[in-house]
């Protein structure tokens, strides 16, 4: 069957937790439950790089582009062939280059992970947990431990979320079990769950040294129940928690207004520098207009990747924003389709592979609508 997405490779780790004598929630073993190959959705790559953007800058279309063309240009990903990197000019670039890409791919990682293990849907809700206002950012230096994205499952008379934490590296996996830096991690964000009354939570490292993109998912268990006498939080000032073992956590719940915030900055950022369009028809999803415009994922190599990075005057609703995820989740549709799209709220990202101009805007419409 032919498939026409990239492949990586993925093991999945499944972690126990349990409330130790000091009062945080602590890992109590781990241990190697699954491998598996998975394909992965470059559209959806894009939609959380332009999503998940901290709030310490203040965004524009044209420098939002340059960055995703960046990031498509070190991937090479061809239909049933492993994804993987540039390496040559991957190790030839910068330090700053170099981390810049390797934690876009991760939180591309850590999305596909919540979709494709946890069930997470496009027309769900996506935050950045690092949403604090330049203002008042120094107020939390050093403290505030928290995962990187807040997926929200919510539904009418139903709440569900999950946070999740991504990493992303430019070695290959390690070969034995786990590391240290990945156990040392997974503490502080079992810990935030503890001290988050359970809150759940995951963990993705993603790999790109080796000839394939690698990626180790976390699937952490949580207790049935919070301790029922052991004192877990000793201090609680302007919504910052220290425990026992001196850990520093943010609520959750003086996150999420903030996180809702960013979320609707980012898009009316994007939308006010974004492009009119090319002369011609407006473009347009379920009437409501589009701003933006294609990109070629070129920088470092000759290519047939095109990207487009749409920005809506009005949100999707959630059962437009998903129409995308059903037509993937048929089988004939998903294997077949060399052009990839995702959307949530205003955003809506598009991926045409082996393309030698921009597609027609119908290409696109046909796809969603």
Same mark, same amino acid.
């Given at each position: 069957?032919?498939?026409?997405?990239?492949?990586?490779? @993925?093991?999945?780790?499944?972690? !126990?937790?349990?409330?130790?004598?000091?009062?945080?929630?602590?890992?109590?073993?781990?241990?190697?439950?699954?491998?598996?190959?998975?394909? #992965?959705?470059?559209?959806?790559?894009?939609?959380?790089?332009?999503?998940?953007?901290?709030?310490?800058?203040?965004?524009?279309?044209?420098?939002?582009? =340059?960055?995703?063309?960046?990031?498509?240009?070190?991937?090479?990903?061809?239909?049933?062939?492993?994804?993987?990197?540039?390496?040559?000019?991957?190790?030839?670039?910068?330090? =700053? @280059?170099?981390?810049?890409?390797?934690?876009?791919?991760?939180?591309?990682?850590?999305?596909?992970?919540?979709?494709? =293990?946890?069930?997470?849907?496009?027309?769900?809700?996506?935050?950045?947990?690092?949403?604090?206002?330049?203002?008042?950012?120094?107020?939390?230096?050093?403290?505030?431990?928290?995962?990187?994205?807040?997926?929200?499952?919510?539904?009418?008379?139903?709440?569900?979320?999950?946070?999740?934490?991504?990493?992303?590296?430019?070695?290959?996996?390690?070969?034995?079990? @786990?590391?240290?830096?990945?156990?040392?991690?997974?503490?502080?964000?079992?810990?935030?769950?503890?001290?988050?009354?359970? =809150?759940?939570?995951?963990?993705?490292?993603?790999?790109?040294?080796?000839?394939?993109?690698?990626?180790?998912?976390?699937?952490?268990?949580?207790?049935?129940?919070?301790?029922?006498?052991?004192?877990?939080?000793? &201090?609680?000032? !302007?919504? @910052?928690?220290?425990?026992? %073992?001196?850990?520093?956590?943010?609520?959750? %719940?003086?996150?999420?207004?903030?996180?809702?915030?960013?979320?609707?900055?980012?898009?009316?950022?994007?939308?006010?520098?974004?492009?009119?369009? &090319?002369?011609?028809?407006?473009?347009?999803?379920?009437?409501?207009? !589009?701003?933006?415009?294609?990109?070629?994922?070129?920088?470092?190599?000759?290519?047939?990747?095109?990207?487009?990075?749409?920005?809506?005057?009005?949100?999707?609703?959630?059962?437009?924003?998903?129409?995308?995820?059903?037509?993937?989740?048929?089988?004939?549709?998903?294997?077949?389709?060399? #052009?990839?799209?995702?959307?949530?709220?205003?955003?809506?990202?598009? !991926?045409?592979?082996?393309?030698?101009?921009?597609?027609?805007?119908?290409?696109?419409?046909?796809?969603?609508?």
């Amino acid at each position: 069957m032919f498939r026409a997405m990239g492949m990586i490779d @993925v093991r999945r780790f499944t972690v !126990v937790t349990y409330f130790g004598d000091s009062g945080d929630l602590e890992v109590e073993d781990i241990w190697l439950a699954d491998e598996d190959t998975w394909d #992965i959705d470059l559209a959806e790559v894009v939609k959380v790089n332009a999503l998940a953007v901290p709030a310490d800058r203040k965004l524009t279309y044209r420098v939002m582009q =340059h960055e995703l063309r960046l990031l498509l240009s070190f991937l090479v990903e061809e239909p049933r062939s492993p994804l993987t990197l540039r390496h040559a000019d991957f190790q030839a670039s910068s330090g =700053h @280059v170099k981390r810049f890409i390797s934690e876009s791919f991760g939180l591309g990682m850590l999305t596909a992970a919540a979709e494709r =293990h946890h069930g997470w849907k496009d027309d769900s809700d996506l935050y950045n947990f690092d949403v604090l206002p330049a203002k008042v950012a120094a107020d939390y230096s050093g403290s505030g431990i928290r995962p990187d994205l807040l997926f929200d499952f919510t539904d009418p008379g139903h709440e569900k979320r999950l946070a999740g934490e991504a990493r992303g590296r430019s070695s290959a996996r390690p070969v034995h079990f @786990v590391s240290k830096d990945q156990r040392d991690r997974l503490a502080d964000i079992v810990a935030w769950s503890g001290v988050n009354y359970l =809150h759940p939570v995951t963990m993705t490292y993603a790999y790109t040294g080796a000839a394939n993109a690698q990626v180790d998912l976390f699937d952490i268990t949580l207790p049935d129940h919070l301790p029922a006498s052991n004192e877990i939080v000793i &201090a609680d000032e !302007v919504n @910052v928690v220290t425990t026992r %073992t001196g850990r520093h956590f943010e609520r959750l %719940t003086s996150i999420r207004p903030r996180a809702l915030d960013r979320a609707r900055e980012i898009a009316d950022q994007l939308y006010a520098t974004a492009p009119q369009g &090319a002369p011609g028809p407006t473009r347009s999803v379920y009437g409501q207009n !589009v701003r933006g415009s294609w990109a070629t994922a070129d920088l470092i190599a000759p290519s047939g990747l095109r990207f487009f990075l749409g920005l809506l005057d009005q949100p999707l609703t959630p059962e437009q924003a998903g129409a995308p995820r059903r037509r993937r989740s048929a089988a004939r549709q998903r294997d077949a389709d060399p #052009i990839q799209v995702a959307a949530s709220g205003r955003i809506l990202a598009v !991926v045409a592979r082996d393309a030698t101009q921009d597609p027609d805007w119908s290409e696109v419409t046909s796809r969603i609508e």
